[in-house]
């Protein structure tokens, strides 16, 4: 049932209703609201209707004559309808008064009839006042009924009441009209007929509603359709027949920089003439590189149009409720995020090291990053011509590894391919061979690749030409290369032949600032890849502590897929309200005593807290310790002595 209060401060004064429609489960709001302004006797009639729509709308009644723009403006703030409803006088002046829609109750000559027939059941001298013409049935109706109707008509509600008092001085037997009159009637003491009848005010009330959810959906679809115009920050283009541009929104103008005569030719963008054409796919214009995602619909005439959306790179911000605790978060082509000074730092030293042909070894923990440091270390060097060739040294046999690197020629060994095959070497001809996880590469793997870097020749399996190779080597590993080669497990000249440049990549909870910032960026990846529309930073900000705290041993790529699994829960339970105490169900390890303890304010005490945390779970193996931190052995025992200090 609906719930309906007033309150009124005297018996003279308006009297407010406020009829909210609430369902099982709470307020609906979903639902059209709709402005209910009448007059007592109009107020308590409606009213007695709304119980049939309590599931349709929801209604506030204001018991009121409006004259005053300030009265109704403070209505309309306070309770932001979709429709407004009203009648006569009152229902004239709201519609020059406001730009919402205002439903009128239309009088029929039904009503009209049984007005008039409960007053003739009463007095045979019957006052009507009304807003409206004068009903052509009324002469009818006085022979049939054998009465007389003086009418009277009125244009405002100060109108009505003078035309009302002067009337009233004459011995009138009942007055018809709207709430208003019969109130004003009433006061003086004449008996009254309301010539609403509950059939009109019911029909009243269904256009009402139709009216509200026409007028709201167009509201929302135009305040979307204006931010998708003039201040989404994806470019939009609507492309007709044969790829001609038939719209594009403000960003598509300023990062395609188009004219104003919109002259790019959809074959900029993907060749229309491809069948079937792709929905999603990379494309290039302007010397940029975009990912374009196509929705083909109706353009309203039966002709299709489709609709492309450009993404370049996933947009990254700074925190808006604290801009001066830290700076944006950086965005390069590679992916890589970061507002860390410690990452500052590594891609200074990248962007210098990225300018020599020399090679460069990148160091760090399985998941920080190395591979999007090496394709910076491309993308920014002299090399940038040629293909990026990724090789996991620790994925490739012994036996193939010769064939992976060098290729080989036409026949070399049974089942070889017909006509030979490029090894990767060559491949990355002109461009860079990144050698990931290098240190898992056998003695035997070493020296094969030991003789490339001294003779930069490749010579194909079976094949007695050598092939001159110009290319930029990086390598990169998650072992201590150095303490390796004083085992004897990894070869000494390779190792400095690689280590020529060093970079060291900072594990994720020695950069704290970064974790919001990337988590940011996959998180919108994941909602995008899952089609959720769900808003990233609110995610964050709710489940940032959390993450803030946790020591992170699989860095990024634990990170990744903590997101991953976060947005997968959305998937199934969509009220993401809840999400930070769903956290410990969806990624327990965040809450695991051994590697989510409260760090230190101070950066050099939080360096000591996680030597001390990583020595109680690698029970004081000081190797294993010096790995897991990413610093070498000295380091490390200069961080054990401080904290023996402490």
Same mark, same amino acid.
């Given at each position: ?53 309590? /599931? ?17 403006? /403070?209505?309309?703030?306070? #309770?932001? %309808? ?45 006052? *009507?006042?009304? $807003? ?62 309301? $010539? ?64 104003? &005569? ?9 060749? %229309? ?13 302007? +010397? ?10 109706? &353009? ?27 700076? %944006? ?17 590594? *891609?200074?030293?990248?962007?210098? $090291? ?33 293909? #990026? ?42 461009? =860079?061979?990144?050698? &990931? ?36 080597? =990086? ?25 020529? #440049? ?42 940032? %502590? ?7 041993? +699989? ?62 779970? #690698? ?28």
């Amino acid at each position: 049932m609906p719930s309906m209060w007033m309150w009124s401060t005297s018996p003279n004064s308006w009297a407010h209703w406020k009829v909210n429609m609430v369902s099982g489960n709470g307020a609906n709001l979903q639902l059209p609201r709709v402005l209910i302004f009448g007059y007592r006797e109009f107020s308590h009639l409606v009213s007695s209707l709304l119980a049939e729509f309590q /599931t349709r709308a929801e209604f506030r009644i204001v018991d009121s004559i409006v004259d005053s723009f300030a009265d109704l403006s /403070t209505h309309i703030a306070d #309770f932001s %309808p979709d429709v407004v409803v009203s009648a006569g006088s009152n229902a004239a002046y709201l519609k020059s008064a406001l730009d919402l829609p205002v439903v009128s109750l239309e009088v029929t000559e039904s009503d009209i009839v049984e007005a008039v027939t409960k007053a003739a059941a009463v007095t045979d001298t019957i006052l *009507m006042i009304s $807003f409206n013409a004068e009903p052509r049935i009324l002469p009818h109706l006085e022979s049939s009924l054998g009465v007389k109707i003086t009418y009277k008509r009125y244009r405002t509600p100060e109108e009505a009441r003078e035309t009302f008092y002067v009337l009233s001085k004459q011995p009138w037997g009942a007055v018809l009209g709207a709430s208003f009159i019969c109130g004003l009637a009433t006061q003086e003491g004449f008996k009254s007929f309301l $010539f609403y009848s509950r059939e009109s005010c019911r029909r009243m009330l269904l256009r009402a509603i139709d009216t509200g959810i026409h007028h709201r959906d167009t509201k929302n679809s135009r305040a979307l359709s204006n931010w998708i115009i003039e201040r989404s920050p994806t470019p939009t283009l609507v492309v007709g027949h044969k790829g001609r541009l038939h719209q594009v929104n403000a960003a598509a103008k300023t990062d395609l920089h188009l004219g104003a &005569d919109l002259s790019l030719e959809l074959a900029d963008l993907i060749k %229309p003439q491809a069948e079937p054409q792709p929905q999603d796919g990379e494309c290039r214009i302007n +010397g940029q590189d975009w990912w374009f995602h196509r929705d083909r619909v109706d &353009d309203g005439f039966g002709e299709p149009v489709d609709i492309y959306q450009l993404y370049r790179h996933k947009l990254q911000f700074g925190d808006s409720h604290s801009p001066d605790s830290y700076s %944006p978060a950086v965005e390069t082509d590679s992916e890589l995020r970061y507002r860390s000074a410690a990452m500052a730092r590594v *891609m200074e030293t990248v962007a210098g $090291f990225s300018r020599s042909p020399s090679n460069v070894l990148i160091t760090g923990e399985s998941g920080t990053g190395k591979e999007l440091v090496a394709r910076a270390i491309h993308r920014d060097g002299p090399f940038a011509g040629g293909q #990026f060739i990724g090789i996991n040294c620790g994925a490739i046999p012994t036996e193939l590894f010769e064939g992976e690197l060098f290729g080989h020629r036409d026949g070399a060994f049974t089942g070889s391919r017909r006509g030979g095959r490029k090894g990767l070497i060559e491949a990355a001809a002109g461009g =860079v061979l990144f050698l &990931d996880e290098i240190g898992e590469l056998t003695l035997d793997q070493q020296t094969k690749l030991l003789r490339f870097l001294q003779e930069r020749t490749v010579r194909r399996l079976g094949s007695n030409k050598e092939t001159q190779i110009n290319l930029k080597i =990086v390598a990169a590993s998650n072992k201590p290369l150095r303490q390796m080669v004083g085992a004897g497990d990894f070869r000494e000249d390779l190792f400095y032949r690689l280590n020529v #440049f060093n970079i060291e990549l900072p594990p994720l909870r020695r950069r704290r600032e970064d974790i919001e910032c990337i988590a940011l960026f996959k998180l919108e990846y994941f909602l995008d890849l899952y089609a959720l529309r769900v808003p990233a930073q609110a995610l964050i900000d709710a489940v940032g %502590p959390a993450l803030a705290e946790y020591a992170w041993p +699989g860095n990024v790529r634990e990170l990744e897929n903590v997101i991953e699994r976060m947005v997968a829960h959305l998937t199934i339970h969509p009220d993401y309200s809840n999400l930070a105490g769903a956290l410990p169900s969806i990624a327990p390890e965040l809450f695991s005593d051994a590697v989510h303890e409260p760090l230190a304010a101070n950066p050099r005490q939080r360096e000591l807290q996680l030597v001390a945390q990583a020595m109680d779970e #690698f029970h004081n193996d000081k190797q294993k310790v010096a790995e897991y931190l990413g610093i070498s052995q000295t380091t490390l025992w200069r961080r054990l002595k401080q904290l023996s200090k402490n």
